[in-house]
């Protein structure tokens, strides 16, 4: 954007301070190295004095807001700028263009001043036509056809009084039309009371069948869920749905009010005059032909605008969870990624995540090699002490879970222990540039069965090799913009990166890039640097790597550890520009920095103050006492494992009040998806996620948590299963659920989410939707649950 003056950078300042709670310095600071080429995570950790304590989340937020505003004075600048040129720029008009506080206001003031096309109101007021509607709404007395009469020209090309009067009105619906104080007052009326109305396509009602619990549906715009507004674009975008924003649920009397507004904004009132009802005539077609398409279209591209924010922000907490979940650890582990007729392949990686070994077997269908199979998979885990067995979840996944416990029983003296895992995007990471590189002579079939077993290990270190938007557990992440998407998702792939911090010496190019400061070329130069050269000892080596200068190095140190290397500190989250602090610790405790490193006892004695100085802050010391205690500690949870119920295979082996164990595999908006180890998730809806109210799902479930759930409903013929987590619930009686449904119907329509999607998309052969789980047949939120938000 252009250069932003002092003045402008204060307010810009101040704007983010009010919105995020925090100090207009707080704020100008963190701009300040924002701009300077600092990173989210660098700040949040290393400059915490600088910023007043601003924390990743409120950074984040301040860098999408600063984005927006510094947009919003460009564009400020360039409508002053276009108006002064048509010489139309007064001190009034120019004072609302300074005060405009968004975007839209922003429009609305310029919208009379857009160069456009030749318009109807144009040519009447070339045509002498601008009295004739400037004098109707000065004195109304006036009669309109005899008044007219004078306007009557065949020169211009008005040919009699009703041609001269279609053309004043057309005057008069351009004026009204582009009048901001007018528009934001109705967008402001319309955006509360507005209703969106949904209904079928004509003659699409069987092609649009997924979207059957919309073919008559109205709702408020200002109530209706994220999840659902989506449903109704994607069903409209696919041309299944019509969609329209009615003023109110009484129709007629919304059209009355808006109507009104616009006459009384004009200074029209119903008087019994001459002119009075052409006049008010003029303010309804004002309304339904010009404004009220207008603002229908405006307001739907914020409510839209919303709704993917809030989308966007799902996708990302659940990719936080995912990417945070609990690691193995350097064990070694069988992958296998399952299949029927293609067979199962099969991969083993060493403790340090090294594939030594790969095959396919073909235990199932058609082939249904049972025993050699077992006899591969025990001869492969003998020779390399394997200890973990990971399962993807896709087709034949239970089949060949099976497998693996009867391979257990083969080895007891192994103890190895079988987990399934998600293989949500390892077809994806099996395809790409990045695996062809990593395993160039590698059957690209078998590069998925080595991610499976990678991401037991390590979760964080396999994931960031996949696109964020492939993991696919995301609510409607195909309808949202994907460049926000894919932006708002790198930042929180950075975050939780750095929050674990990366061992240099083993670290893949693809995780080092997501490190603070460090570009993909410089992380492979630092891939390329250790391979020749061996592995670095110190932190500083670093900056022998080509392009890695001192900015760079001061981004990224931080958050790199070298374990084993020639500086304790450099296997810790310290700053090396901090060392100094520690050197002070040493030099004040007389103990030195190996004794100190893990005395948890000893280094919560300590008080941070008593090392502060002009640089370091209390904030800092305290984060360096912390590492001290307990140095290059993991954020991530202990790692365990779901246990699937045996027998409990497909969705036609659950019954109405099985206690099952499953794994959080999604959440969204309106509850979670867990998977029961059926090839279908269910769904837990947020009003059976606890005993208590859940305003957000997220406060009580996170995607990787594993749960015990209760199965109240299954739909086989649908691929429906309704859980709760309350394992009291009962389900309801059949013909209470039909009654309910029919009742719902009647109604008017379902409260519920997303038809026919699987929020994310998921893995293959997972798709369908769940259920809203009821408590007793009272409740009839079951009987409405197979209309919410569906997977597909």
């Known amino acids: 954007m252009s250069e932003v003056s002092p003045a402008l950078a204060r307010k810009i300042a101040q704007t983010i301070a009010d919105e995020i709670g925090a100090q207009h310095s707080q704020v100008e600071s963190a701009v300040g190295l924002l701009d300077e080429g600092a990173t989210v995570p660098f700040i949040a950790r290393y400059r915490k004095e600088v910023t007043g304590g601003l924390d990743d989340t409120q950074l984040r937020d301040l860098e999408t807001r600063l984005t927006y505003l510094r947009e919003m004075e460009d564009r400020r600048a360039a409508i002053l700028a276009s108006i002064d040129e048509q010489g139309k720029l007064t001190d009034e008009l120019r004072a609302d263009i300074e005060a405009a506080d968004s975007k839209s206001r922003l429009e609305d003031l310029y919208l009379p001043y857009k160069q456009k096309r030749r318009t109807r109101a144009q040519i009447a007021r070339e045509g002498g036509l601008e009295p004739l509607a400037d004098g109707l709404l000065a004195d109304p007395s006036q009669v309109p056809e005899t008044f007219a009469l004078q306007f009557v020209d065949a020169d211009k090309g008005v040919a009699d009084a009703k041609a001269a009067l279609d053309g004043a009105r057309a005057i008069l619906l351009e004026r009204w039309g582009e009048d901001a104080a007018l528009i934001g007052e109705l967008r402001a009326w319309l955006a509360d009371c507005g209703v969106i109305r949904s209904k079928v396509a004509e003659g699409k009602e069987a092609a649009g069948e997924k979207f059957q619990d919309y073919f008559d549906h109205a ?97 990302g907490d659940n990719l936080k969870d995912l990417l945070l979940a609990a ?175 990366v061992h240099v010496n083993t670290a893949s190019g693809a995780l080092l890039s997501r490190v603070s400061g460090l570009s993909s070329t410089v992380a492979a130069n630092i891939v390329a640097h250790r391979d020749a050269n061996g592995p670095f000892k110190r932190r500083r080596d670093l900056l022998k790597v080509p392009r890695l200068g001192e900015k760079t190095f001061e981004q990224c140190a931080g958050f ?30 007389g103990k030195p920095i190996q004794a100190l490193v893990g005395d948890g006892g000893f280094v919560r004695s300590l008080k941070a103050r008593d090392f502060v100085d002009e640089r370091f802050g209390e904030p800092t010391v305290r984060d360096i006492l912390a590492e001290l ?68 799902p997220r406060e009580v479930v996170k995607a990787g948590d594993i749960v015990r759930v209760k199965v109240l409903e299954v739909d086989v013929a649908r691929k429906r299963i309704a859980l709760t987590r309350r394992l009291d619930d009962s389900p309801a009686p059949r013909d209470a659920r039909q009654e309910a449904r029919d009742g719902r119907h009647r109604a008017g329509g379902p409260r519920g989410g997303g038809p026919g999607h699987r929020p994310g998309g998921g893995r293959p052969g997972s798709g369908g939707g769940a259920a809203k789980p009821s408590a007793a047949p009272a409740n009839n939120a079951l009987a409405e649950a197979f209309a919410r938000a569906r997977r597909g």
């Open 219 to 315: 709702e408020p715009l200002a109530k209706i869920p994220s999840h659902r507004l989506l449903a109704l674009f994607r069903g409209r975008r696919e041309e299944f749905l019509q969609l329209e924003l009615e003023p109110g649920s009484d129709v007629d009397a919304g059209n009355a009010y808006a109507e009104g507004r616009i006459a009384l904004h004009a200074g029209i009132q119903a008087a019994g005059r001459a002119a009075d009802a052409w006049l008010l005539n003029a303010c309804r077609l004002a309304w339904r032909a010009k404004l009220q398409l207008h603002l229908m279209l405006d307001l739907f591209a914020q409510a839209r605008e919303q709704a993917e924010a809030e989308a966007i922000a799902v996708f």
């Open 629 to 696: 205690e307990k140095p290059g500690r993991d954020p991530r949870p202990e790692f365990k494992a779901a246990k699937f119920a045996d027998g409990v295979e497909d969705i036609k082996d659950l019954r109405e009040g099985m206690i099952l164990e499953g794994v959080v595999s999604n959440v969204a908006a309106f509850g979670a998806f867990v998977d029961i180890g059926v090839h279908q998730d269910g769904l837990v809806h947020i009003s059976a996620l606890s005993d208590r109210y859940v305003k957000d």
């Open 560 to 589: 790199l550890r070298i374990a084993d290397g020639d500086e304790p500190l450099d296997a810790s989250a310290v700053h090396p520009e901090a060392y100094p602090v520690v050197e002070r610790i040493v030099a004040a405790t």
């Open 327 to 501: 690691p193995a650890g350097p064990k070694a582990v069988l992958g296998l990624d399952p299949g029927l007729r293609t067979g199962v392949k099969v991969a083993v990686v060493d403790a340090t995540g090294k594939l030594v070994a790969t095959d396919t077997i073909y235990p199932h269908e058609p082939r249904r090699q049972w025993d050699a199979s077992l006899a591969t998979l025990k001869k492969l885990c003998s020779a390399h002490g394997v200890q973990l067995v990971a399962i993807g979840n896709g087709t034949a996944s239970r089949e060949t879970d099976r497998l693996a416990g009867d391979l257990l029983k083969l080895v007891p003296e192994l103890a190895m222990q079988k987990i399934v895992v998600s293989e949500a995007g390892a077809s994806v990471y099996s395809a790409s540039e990045l695996a062809a590189k990593e395993f160039p002579d590698l059957d690209v079939s078998l590069r998925g069965a080595v991610s499976i077993a990678r991401r037991l290990q390590d979760p964080l270190a396999e994931l960031v090799k996949i696109e964020p938007k492939a993991i696919g557990v995301g609510q409607y992440q195909h309808d949202v913009d994907q460049y926000k998407l894919a932006r708002a998702l790198d930042a929180r792939v950075e975050d939780c990166v750095n929050a674990v911090g």
